[in-house]
T-cell receptor
Framework: GENVEQHPSTLSVQEGDSAVIKCTYS??????FPWYKQELGKRPQLIID?????GEKKDQRIAVTLNKTAKHFSLHITETQPEDSAVYFC???????????FGKGTRLHILP | DGGITQSPKYLFRKEGQNVTLSCEQN?????MYWYRQDPGQGLRLIYY???????QKGDIAEGYSVSREKKESFPLTVTSAQKNPTAFYLC???????????FGSGTRLTVV
């Protein structure tokens, strides 16, 4: 089955700097890659996603890139703000079923 | 609460007891999922169901049971066979083929 590895587990960046979180997946048949943000004590919320026929997608300060050959995908947050502090999860979905397999998460701290 | 409701928010269980966590959605979603979240472990899939009266085991199904008698409801029972049940449990739902999950607000289960 699918396995998703996520790095780093913790990331601290200065406010205004960029943050990058990287993930790899094992199943080459996976075709959908969502990213979720989870604030303390709250439910995960979808922030951006990308499908396997696209290499990059951007939404304001957030961008996701996908390298299908290497089975890598990354989340980029630019001009970080205090409200970006949260746990971020990458995930992958295969084309055999709709279940999402999550990475272990990255705790992002935005330093003042 | 976003169309998917989990109850209770907090639950305490004595060792040896079975407890049932409720998950109800009014989104007309076909698929429903249960995840367990532990610190540093991300979200791990327990069970999922894509159609009424049918469900599949996820990665950590041992010690858990589910039922899907109605499209709107997917209760999770944590049995006494689950050796370490203290965790945060998240229910989610989605439309088959659409791939976007909607999460409930979670139930925090503690064994006392």
């Amino acid at each position: 089955g699918e396995n998703v590895e996520q790095h780093p587990s913790t990331l601290s960046v200065q406010e205004g700097d960029s943050a990058v979180i990287k993930c790899t997946y094992s199943d080459s048949a996976s075709n959908y890659f969502p990213w979720y943000k989870q604030e303390l004590g709250k439910r995960p919320q979808l922030i951006i996603d990308i499908r396997s026929n696209v290499g990059e997608k951007k939404d304001q300060r957030i961008a996701v890139t996908l390298n299908k050959t290497a089975k890598h995908f990354s989340l980029h947050i630019t001009e970080t703000q205090p409200e970006d502090s949260a746990v971020y999860f990458c995930a992958a979905v295969g084309n055999r079923d709709d279940k999402i397999i999550f990475g272990k998460g990255t705790r992002l701290h935005i330093l003042p | 609460d976003g169309g998917i409701t989990q109850s209770p928010k907090y639950l305490f269980r004595k060792e040896g007891q079975n407890v049932t966590l409720s998950c109800e959605q009014n989104l007309n979603h076909d698929a429903m999922y249960w995840y367990r979240q532990d610190p540093g472990q991300g979200l791990r899939l327990i069970y999922y169901s894509q159609i009424v009266n049918d469900f599949q085991k996820g990665d950590i199904a041992e010690g858990y049971s589910v039922s899907r008698e109605k499209k709107e409801s997917f209760p999770l029972t944590v049995t006494s066979a689950q050796k370490n049940p203290t965790a945060f449990y998240l229910c989610a739902s989605s439309i088959i083929g659409f791939l976007g999950y909607t999460f409930g607000s979670g139930t925090r289960l503690t064994v006392v």
